[in-house]
């Protein structure tokens, strides 16, 4: 909790808004897929291929068809048109089609009457296979194989994704170099643990049309891969966004089983709900990628970044999913929050038959932004400077433009380290602290919205707000952003209401339905707030104008004599002579009936024309400097994170409870990467596929929190605000990395970063002779 | 087949026909409709699903219904009146300790079976009391927050 808040310009932004819907859920009545039931709905299940890599001879599926209880199976030839959520990359499809590229692939599906009717039908499916070669590593992949997993393979090999990056001269750059630092990172995959498993209700009717419930954080890409893969128009496919149980990008691809369920609907004409439990979840995956990664950095004798050039080695699992905008990330996301003058990347994102990966929360800059945070710690020391003044030396100034040509306007980067560094008390700890404890600097940048959508046909707003307020008052707003729990609804309503002086109340936020909702393209690259915020600011303004009008027409004073206050409109300075909110707006009504507004936002033209320079372009970026206090048990290698101090630059804060709760929540997530989430493999079986083994920090783990919210207005975002949903988290990694470093004088460069480590970490300090900190 | 079971469920008795090996978080979600008990692992590793019996918080997904039999089930439809909220509810709403929503339910059971018993627990007994219970979007921050705002009469 930050303890001073500033003063406010509105009434209610920048507030603690509690969330709308949060008297629903505390009592459960929100409604989640699951919740959901039809009339004679069937029950879908799938059969998954216990084959890492195999070719499907034949999928017979007689005897499961002729079981009583069972209303379709399905395999792969029926509805074999790829999709995948980047319109360049679709290799994925419904049902496997020819070969079963991991351990839980889909091979065929079933429709039943009951769970247990189900699973008999699965159980009847007779699947003959040819193993194929099975590859577990992605270093394996990058040269021409045997069997490559995708014939869309790189010249045979299972890469799937290649990029090359070069501005300015690298080489040029380390030959001058007064400090050269190298360090190599090897990351363990690591999945979102949102706590909702998926789920889809589908069914088609008579009329031609096809209803589509789903856990799905972007309802829009799901309503075009349904129609590409079925073949049914958009506007024949209704597409309905029940409450999510969270989703950190783990439900932003079209998924296949959303699919699977609409194409069994369509097979019986009954509506039918295929459920997830935990273990089809992390089959699923499409989390964070396992990577190799090398950073060097070059810099000149008082620590000014000369140069950076950086390789990574992604292992993608079995799709492509997000995979070409992960390699594209996991290289341009290191260009912030520091001045680099040159730079070089190379990326490879190599196809694996595990599941696969795709977009976590911080999507391609966790896993980067640590080697280079944890680097940078390593070049401080070696240059002798404190590592706050050497971030503060290299910081990215406003309004500038990066080596690969980011656009960057607001960065109180800056602010942030003054804050950190000051509220942490830095100066009287930094090794200073008796050994065993110890304190770290680590920064963070991301994308505030991607600048580029994925689909850009037909050329379109990213966003669009429509309102609607009929003679009782209320005002409906109808929007296809995704709430999955970070508060976009509220965030939503509290815009409308605020710009046209209405209670929050008489803002009703509309459940998601394709029918109603004008196109957002969902929650993912942090871009609701930016994106959202300005064309629900926009719709407001609308509406706010035909209240003016009529305003105007009722008091005889002209629109720009007048004000919106709270519930009324007023004549300036003249408080005595105003309308009702309800007055003004039946006025407005007089002739059109209900009012309608709109409101939508396309980011400006950004970036370079080279190939690949879209990638990372955003209308605005996140800032931050976090300072992570931990205490080591050296004997055990048990270490306990006791604070974090997060200064965050999200621009203005529109909603304080819920920036505060996206930095809580991202640093949770964060510490459970860095002390031991993982997915583990043995070659290519997932070893620990439930929330037992693969553990998500408990209440005792978490440090307190400092939210120091430290942003200035940005000149496009909504009221000045930028995102604060995934930037909180990159900072929290190397922060605690760093902080380890001087509590006991080891590095650590892969994660999680496991008790075992830190006791073989303090064993071969020792046994190199390096003592530290008086130990 | 056995005789049906009989339970009373948020203070109603309740005669189903329950199979021997039905779960009680399926009786509760697929038989009565009572969706606000949340499933999110039938592993007993999220709390999700937490529900009183005879006022103790319990893993519905790990409890047969029939052991149920003859006691008193309390489900989040039953901890308070119609549309109202009770001290916890409101606590959580106000601090923010929801997020996506979907560990709510668990948490509020777990939280107010705590106050109940232990009207001022200290930090550490929420935190103890909470340790079952799973949530991936806040980080325990608001939720421990909102349980001793309502252990304070919901005003700190
Ligand atoms: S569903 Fe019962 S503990 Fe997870
Ligand atoms: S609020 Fe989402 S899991 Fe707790």
Known sequence: ?775 | MSAPLKVRINGQPIESPCPDERILLDLLREDLNLTGTKRGCDLGTCGCCTVWIDGRPTLSCLTLARSAEGREVTTIEGISPGTGMNDVQRAFVEKGATQCGFCTPGFVMTATALLRDRPHPSREEIVRAISGNLCRCTGYTKIIEAVESAASGGTS
């Open chain 1, 1 to 775: 909790m930050s303890a001073a808040e500033p003063p406010r310009e509105y009434r209610l932004l920048g507030g603690r808004i509690p969330y709308v819907e949060g008297p629903l859920k505390v009592t459960g009545r929100a409604e989640y897929t699951d919740d959901i039931k039809r009339p004679g709905m069937l029950v879908g299940g799938l059969l998954r291929s216990p084959w890492p890599h195999a070719r499907l001879r034949a999928v017979d599926v007689t005897k499961a068809r002729a079981m009583p209880g069972v209303y379709a199976v399905l395999t792969g030839d029926r509805y074999p048109t790829p999709f995948g959520v980047l319109p360049i990359t679709h290799d994925e499809t419904a049902i496997a089609v020819g070969k079963a590229r991991y351990i839980g692939d889909i091979v065929a599906a079933v429709a039943a009457s009951d769970e247990r009717t189900a699973e008999a039908a699965l159980a009847a499916i007779r699947v003959e296979v040819d193993p194929l070669p099975e590859y577990a590593d992605p270093q394996m992949g990058l040269g021409p194989v045997a069997e490559p997993i995708h014939a869309r393979g790189l010249a045979g090999s299972n890469i799937q994704k290649e990029v090359v990056q070069h501005f300015g001269d690298v080489d040029a750059a380390f030959a001058l170099a007064r400090h050269a630092i190298r360090v190599r990172g090897n990351f363990a995959g690591v999945t979102h643990g949102f706590t909702e498993p998926m789920a889809t209700i589908a069914e088609a009717t008579p009329d031609g049309r096809l209803t589509v419930w789903s856990a799905t954080q972007v309802p829009h890409y799901l309503h075009r891969a349904l129609s590409e893969v079925l073949g049914i128009p958009m506007h024949r496919i209704r597409v309905i966004k029940p409450e999510v149980g969270g989703g950190f990008g783990g439900k932003s691809d079209p998924l296949p089983h959303e699919i699977v369920c609409a194409a069994l609907a369509l097979e019986t004409g009954r509506p039918v709900k295929i459920r997830f439990d935990r273990e089809d979840v992390f089959l699923t995956n499409h989390g964070r990628h396992p990577t190799q990664n090398e950073v060097r950095i070059a810099a000149d004798a008082e620590g000014k970044i000369l140069a950076y050039d950086i390789q990574a080695v992604i292992d993608g699992g079995a799709w492509s999913s997000f995979g070409t905008v992960t390699t594209y990330y996991n290289g341009v996301l290191a260009m912030g929050p520091y001045r680099v003058p040159n730079f070089r990347y190379r990326g490879r994102r190599v196809y694996t038959n595990k599941p696969p990966s795709g977009a976590m929360r911080a999507h391609g800059g966790t896993n980067i932004r640590y080697s280079v945070e944890v680097a940078l710690d390593e070049l401080a020391e070696a240059v002798g400077v404190d590592p706050f003044d050497l971030r503060a030396r290299n910081a990215l100034p406003p309004h500038s433009t990066t080596v690969n040509e980011f656009r960057i306007t607001s960065t109180s980067f800056r602010a942030c380290l003054a804050a950190s560094r000051s509220k942490s008390g830095w100066d009287g700890k930094f090794r200073k602290l008796p050994y065993g404890e110890g304190i770290g600097l680590g920064a963070g940048f991301y994308i505030s919205g991607s600048n580029s959508p994925i689909h850009f046909t037909p050329k379109m707003p990213q966003c669009t707000v429509h309102l609607k307020v009929d003679m009782d008052g209320g005002i409906a707003v109808h929007c296809m952003q995704a709430d999955i729990g970070q508060g976009s609804n509220t965030l939503l309503a509290a815009i409308v209401a605020e710009v046209v002086g209405a209670d929050l109340e008489r803002v009703h936020v509309i459940r998601v339905d394709s029918d109603v909702s004008p196109v957002d393209l969902g929650s993912y690259s942090s871009r609701v707030t930016f994106m959202m915020g300005n064309a629900a600011r926009r719709a407001a303004e609308d509406l706010k104008g035909q209240l003016l009008r009529a305003a105007s027409e009722l008091t005889g004073h002209p629109v720009d004599q007048l004000v919106v206050g709270h519930e009324r409109i007023e004549v300036r300075h003249r408080p005595d002579r105003s309308v009702s909110f309800l007055e003004a707006l039946h006025k407005a009504m007089e002739k059109v009936g209900a009012l309608t507004a709109t409101g939508a936002y396309s980011s400006p033209p950004m970036g370079g024309t080279f190939k690949g320079a879209r990638a990372g372009t955003a209308p605005a970026y996140s800032f931050a400097a976090y300072v992570a206090q931990v205490r080591v048990d050296a004997e055990t290698g048990v270490f306990q994170v006791d604070h974090v101090w997060a200064a965050f630059d999200c621009g203005r804060v529109l909603n304080r409870l819920a920036v505060e709760g996206q930095i809580e929540g991202s640093v949770h997530m964060g510490l459970g990467q860095l002390m031991g989430e993982s997915m583990n493999y043995r070659t290519t079986r997932l070893m620990n596929p439930s929330l037992l083994e693969y553990k998500i920090l408990a209440p005792q783990q978490m440090p307190k929190v400092d939210c120091l919210l430290v942003g200035e207005d940005d000149p496009e975002g909504p009221f000045g605000a930028k995102e604060a949903g995934e930037g909180p988290l990159v900072a929290t990694l190397p922060a605690v990395a760093n902080a380890l470093y001087d509590a006991v004088g080891v590095r650590f460069y892969d994660l999680p970063i496991t008790p075992d480590k830190v006791v073989k970490g303090i064993e071969e300090r020792r046994r190199s002779g390096r003592a530290w900190k008086g130990e």
